[in-house]
């Protein structure tokens, strides 16, 4: 069965701020990939990354950078000086190859960025 | 088009009334899935279509709710009489690429389905 689990239901942050999300995955596949999506208050989920259980390699793209830890089971995600535009409500979802493709997702955090 | 499209952008049913929400997908997609996304949770997932096959339709709730995309483009879920536990929003996401090969998913903007 696949699971994840973000334990942060909401966060509230100054800006300018860093942020982490915490995301925690179960999974008994071995070739699985992990995403994070953000929906602001329009509704629409914005891709921000994808990963492959392949590749641990941490990311960053701008101010955004993600922590992949296979070891724990972890694909957090952070934000360097967090910004008001930052806030919405952030999934992580979990996908395998034999499982149709489909996405697992988080419960979702809830980032508040006051300025 | 550009992204994926849905609608209408808001139902509100009488409980027992069917409704029809529509998706249509960025042009050539292959995939197209349906999720449904209660209030302060995540995206469910509902059923997958790769072209005009309905390839799984694990997640759908009950024998009401339909979902068809008969010339693999376009696609309707349908609700038969609506009850409160279907007020939610459903969201359409499409992909170029077929099952066993993943990559982004292109989110519409939903659906909010309110039954009262």
């Known amino acids: 069965a696949q699971k994840v689990t973000q334990a942060q239901t909401e966060i509230s942050v100054v800006e300018k701020e860093d942020v982490t999300l915490d995301c925690v995955y179960e999974?008994?596949?071995?070739?699985?990939?992990l995403f994070w999506y953000k929906q602001p208050p329009s509704g629409e989920l914005v891709f921000l990354i994808r990963?492959?259980?392949?590749?641990?390699q941490n990311e960053i793209s701008g101010r955004y950078s993600w922590n992949f830890q296979k070891s724990t089971s972890s694909f957090n995600f952070t934000i360097t000086a967090s910004q008001v535009v930052d806030s919405a409500v952030y999934f992580c979802?979990?996908?395998?190859?034999?499982?149709?493709?489909?996405?697992?997702f988080g419960t979702g955090t809830q980032l508040k960025v006051e300025l | 088009g550009a992204g994926v499209s849905q609608s209408p952008r808001y139902k509100v049913a009488k409980r027992g009334q069917d409704v029809a929400l529509r998706c249509d997908p960025i042009s050539g997609h292959v995939s197209l899935f349906w999720y449904q996304q209660a209030l302060g949770q995540g995206p469910e997932f509902l059923t997958y279509f790769q072209n005009e096959a309905q390839l799984d339709k694990s997640g759908l709730p009950s024998d009401r709710f339909f979902a068809e995309r008969p010339e693999g483009s376009v696609s309707t879920l349908k609700i038969q009489r609506t009850q409160q536990e279907d007020s939610a929003v459903y969201l359409c996401?499409?992909?170029?690429?077929?099952?066993?090969?993943?990559?982004?998913?292109?989110f519409g903007s939903g659906t909010r389905l309110t039954v009262v």
């Open positions: 999974t008994r596949d071995t070739t699985y990939y």
């Open positions: 979802a979990l996908a395998f190859t034999g499982g149709g493709n489909k996405l697992t």
């Open positions: 996401a499409s992909s170029s690429h077929g099952q066993g090969r993943i990559y982004g998913y292109t």
């Open positions: 990963r492959n259980s392949f590749d641990e």
